[in-house]
């Protein structure tokens, strides 16, 4: 056994006449266990709160969604789809149309977005699941889902047929408008089902039938706005793009679901780094008392370094006793820390403890990558603290 490792051991495991000595190390080591615990429970609920945001878009977003680099709408070949089914790692796919158009109910008008759906949509996303009431419109007619929010500023029911929802969208070409009506292609629409996501998503879109909203935009039965793709699990992801790219001849513009919330996923990422910083610096500052912990045992053990040296032992090998012994501290109580996080955020997991509101429990994730990410950072630190303690050891403190 390594002559360092072996006394680093000894001294790790006894205890010091001096008492003093002995109530620092308990503090260093409360530090140290602490601070990992604190990290890792913090990063945990953290992973929690981005999963918990992301579940909202998720609902409605697709793993990659095909737009058109040359406008807001492009032509699909009965070929190209073929070829889309053939591709390994899709599980499916929608073709849908998204417009901003203008809703008339009432007297009150809003402008959001129509999106019409082909019947795979709700194959291709969750998006039945988020229905707060009614159903998921039909192929071929003109239902509408709505959203919570708009159903909110209209006041308007499901199957209200005393009260029309009208959808007006500008006609497409050039030439002078003399009336209203030449103006706006129009349709009587009825909502069938209200969805409840989020605040923002449930304002933004009013879904319909692919059919209708090729009717109303005047677009050909080919004529598409972007293909939402399902993706299979385990599925490599860039293969897949890059098939699609091949099949459009790279006149389309793929994003997946990262980048179509780039300033969400942003947003989520910082607040994971700035949470991470601030109690990375807590645990430098409980570090301090490794550093102060290893100092005084050098001290204490002054008589039996001197013996050492007189012995033959380089000023080296001192140094690395004192090096290993809090590298060796801090693996210790990394791994105790980490013991009693992972306790804490299974049995948030499984028991949900602590709530938000009375129905909601505060999210958490339990992840290996917050694992390693924890122990790293307290072995990294507490190896840098105990290489700045076992410096001090010197034949000018050992004369």
Do not use: C
């Amino acid at each position: 056994m390594n002559f360092s490792f072996y006394i680093a051991k000894r001294y790790l495991r006894s205890t010091s006449k001096n008492n003093a000595i002995n109530i620092i190390n308990r503090i260093a080591s409360m530090g140290i266990i602490v601070g990992a615990m604190a990290l890792f429970v913090v990063l945990s609920v953290f992973s929690g709160l981005k999963v918990f945001s992301l579940s909202f878009t998720n609902a409605i977003d697709p793993d990659l969604k095909i737009s058109s680099t040359l406008g807001k709408s492009f032509f699909i070949s009965p070929e190209q789809e073929a070829k889309i089914k053939k591709i390994d790692g899709v599980a499916g796919y929608s073709k849908i149309i998204e417009e901003r158009v203008l809703f008339v109910f009432n007297g009150k008008q809003m402008v959001t977005y129509l999106k019409g759906t082909d019947p795979q949509f709700d194959k291709v996303n969750a998006i039945q699941k988020t229905l707060y009431n009614g159903q998921w419109l039909e192929k071929d007619t003109y239902q509408v889902v709505v959203g919570y929010g708009i159903a909110q500023k209209f006041s308007m029911g499901l199957l209200d047929f005393n009260s029309q929802l009208e959808v007006m969208v500008p006609k497409p070409g050039k030439g002078t408008i003399e009336n209203a009506a030449q103006a706006f292609n129009k349709a009587v629409v009825y909502p069938v089902g209200i969805y409840a996501i989020s605040e923002d998503l449930d304002s933004k879109y009013v879904f319909a039938d692919l059919g209708l909203a090729q009717e109303l935009l005047e677009y050909k039965s080919n004529q598409i706005s972007g293909i939402e793709i399902q993706e299979k699990a385990g599925a490599e992801e860039q293969a897949i793009i890059d098939s699609l790219h091949a099949i459009f001849e790279n006149k389309i513009t793929i994003k997946n679901r990262a980048q179509l919330n780039e300033a969400l996923y942003k947003m989520l990422n910082t607040e994971n780094i700035a949470v991470y910083l601030i109690f990375t610096l807590v645990i430098v500052v409980a570090l301090f008392n490794l550093i102060g912990a290893l100092i005084m045992m050098i001290l204490d053990k002054k008589s039996n370094l001197k013996t050492l040296l007189n012995l033959g032992t380089d000023i080296a090998d001192l140094r690395k006793i004192f090096l290993l012994q809090g590298t060796l501290l801090s693996v210790v109580g990394g791994v105790i820390g980490l013991v009693i996080g992972i306790l804490i955020v299974l049995l948030q997991q499984h028991f949900e403890f602590i709530k938000i509101t009375p129905t909601l429990a505060y999210p958490v994730v339990f992840s290996i990558q917050n694992v390693l990410i924890v122990m790293g950072t307290i072995v990294s630190l507490g190896f840098i603290a105990s290489l700045i303690a076992s410096s001090r050891v010197s034949k000018k403190l050992l004369e």
